[in-house]
């Protein structure tokens, strides 16, 4: 059973930066990739960034790219958001997940991820 905790989250203006952090226990990366999510409010959750299963490239969705980089310490078993340049669209709830490296699909399609952990709020004014 994969557990998730996020923290790290808060408010920040636009163009400031945040880094978030996700404690995984029961971690095994040849057995689940992790990656993160975020939900604005009154919309969709949405993928934010993962890593291939493999050669664990990141990947990351466009609205974020070049502003945010994952990154993980397999050794503490944690993986990190870093947030920069951040924006108010990028306001949201953002939860880490894992899925299953060997499930067939979109890469950050929220279907595809079993094990999430409960959130942590991050707000942009503008």
Not at 16 to 38: D, E, I, M, P, Q
Not at 61 to 73: L, N, W
Not at 98 to 124: D, E, F, K, M
Request: net charge positive.
């Amino acid at each position: 059973q994969v557990q998730l905790v996020e923290s790290g989250g808060g408010s920040v203006q636009a163009g400031g930066s945040l880094r978030l952090s996700c404690a995984v226990s029961k971690y095994t990366s040849s057995s689940n990739c992790l990656g993160w999510f975020r939900r604005p409010p009154g919309k969709e959750r949405e993928g934010v960034a993962t890593f291939f299963s493999g050669d664990s490239r990141p990947y990351y969705a466009d609205s974020v790219k070049g502003r945010f980089t994952i990154s993980r310490d397999n050794a503490e078993s944690t993986v990190y958001l870093q947030m920069n340049s951040l924006k108010p669209e990028d306001t949201a709830i953002y939860y880490c997940a894992a899925r299953s490296c060997g499930a067939s699909g979109y890469i950050l399609h929220p279907n595809l991820y079993n094990y999430w952990g409960r959130g942590t709020q991050v707000t942009v004014s503008s």
